[in-house]
């Protein structure tokens, strides 16, 4: 599967400190989600709602999540659970 341009960025945008500046871990994975336009937001879900729904391979999702050069990410055996949640906090 090819990994969208939309999602790098927003993998990217998780920062070392990031957590930090939060008020919550959901405040801050919702000020990156926040942070994109609609239509990037609209690109990113749907990404993670294709990359969550069992099909991918742990390396896979490693690869997807890592393609952005996070400063944060869970253990990999914990990845798609995170995954899950940080989709669960994009608006409908």
């Known amino acids: ?3 969208p341009k939309e999602f790098v960025e ?3 945008s998780f920062y070392q400190g990031g957590l930090e500046e939060a008020a919550s871990f959901d405040a801050w994975i919702k000020s990156r989600i926040n942070r994109m336009p609609a239509n990037k937001r609209a690109k990113v879900k749907s990404y993670l709602q294709d990359l969550t729904n069992g099909k991918d391979n742990q390396d896979e999702l490693q690869r997807a999540w890592a ?3 996070p ?3 869970p253990a990999a055996k914990d990845l798609r659970k995170f995954l899950i949640g940080v989709l ?3 608006p409908e």
């Open 10 to 12: 927003f993998s990217g």
């Open 1 to 3: 599967m090819t990994i």
């Open 88 to 90: 669960s906090l994009f």
């Open 67 to 69: 393609s952005g050069t």
């Open 71 to 73: 400063a944060y990410g």
